[in-house]
């Protein structure tokens, strides 16, 4: 079932069971913009039936017209023909730093790829995006985006956090005390490997010039849910949970 986040955001997709109880998120966002939704990734091929349902239960009549891609790893592309089959005009929207011939499925025709490149921003069925270069990610071309009108930002991979299974539905101001530091690191040092290599305060000034030039009010991972509580308590928590994982 789609779950409402903030203005006409809404959150949709599954979750994964790990090791020892702990659970990752697997989300697909959804504007719904007037009557022209954009999708903002296509979640995971192992969720196709419900996400489709979802998706189909969130749209109704309304025709989306462009999928976003943060990057092109299976959970976030895996739905992609189900999609394309469902709504056969659909644009899908890629990095300019991904190479489409290699990195996206092969029968998705040139002339439904569009890119976003980095710094800038552009109108989609009437709506502003901005595309920016993703500080944290496991795929070269992966970028993130944000929605000024919801203040919205896409974080990918970054900001996910796992957690227990009876978590699931809860996004951060249901919780009791927001998402715990534990879960955030959790996922970041299992998802990002590279990040004790990594200066921890380079890593947190490019978080922090992200967050001072735009408005967050919502923080949309792939693999959480939408963060829009307190996110000056999780930015921090993240902070220092970055700190501590790098070296
Ligand atoms: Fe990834
Ligand atoms: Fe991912």
Redesign the pocket.
């Given at each position: 079932m789609a779950i409402h986040v903030s203005g006409d955001l809404y959150q949709i997709g599954e979750s994964i069971d790990g090791t020892d109880g702990w659970c990752e998120a697997v989300r697909v966002y959804v504007l719904l913009n007037d009557g022209h939704p954009l999708i903002f990734d296509a979640g995971s091929h192992l969720h196709t039936a419900p996400v489709m349902a979802d998706l189909k239960a969130l749209l109704g009549e309304m025709k989306p017209a462009f999928v976003f891609l943060t990057?092109t790893?299976l959970?976030?592309t895996g739905n992609m023909s189900a999609i394309a089959r469902e709504w056969p005009d659909i644009e899908f929207v890629v990095s300019s730093g991904i190479l489409p011939h290699v990195e996206l499925p092969w029968w998705v025709k040139p002339e439904s790829v569009s890119f976003g490149y980095p710094g800038t921003d552009e109108v989609y069925a009437g709506r502003r995006i901005t595309f920016l270069d993703a500080i944290l990610?496991?795929?070269p071309g992966?970028h993130w985006m944000y929605d000024a009108r919801t203040g919205t930002l896409f974080t990918?991979?970054a900001f996910g956090y796992l957690f227990p299974r009876s978590a699931d539905p809860y996004l951060d101001d249901q919780l009791d005390d927001g998402i715990p530091a534990d879960w955030l690191r959790r996922y970041h040092e299992a998802a990002f490997r590279f990040l004790k290599l990594s200066s921890g305060t380079k890593v947190v000034a490019d978080f922090d010039r992200v967050f001072s030039n735009r408005d967050v009010s919502v923080i949309a991972p792939t693999h959480g849910n939408a963060i829009r509580g307190n996110l000056g308590q999780c930015r921090q928590r993240f902070t220092d949970v970055i700190l501590e994982i790098c070296r």
């Open positions: 990057h790893e959970p976030h990610k496991d795929q992966t990918a991979d």
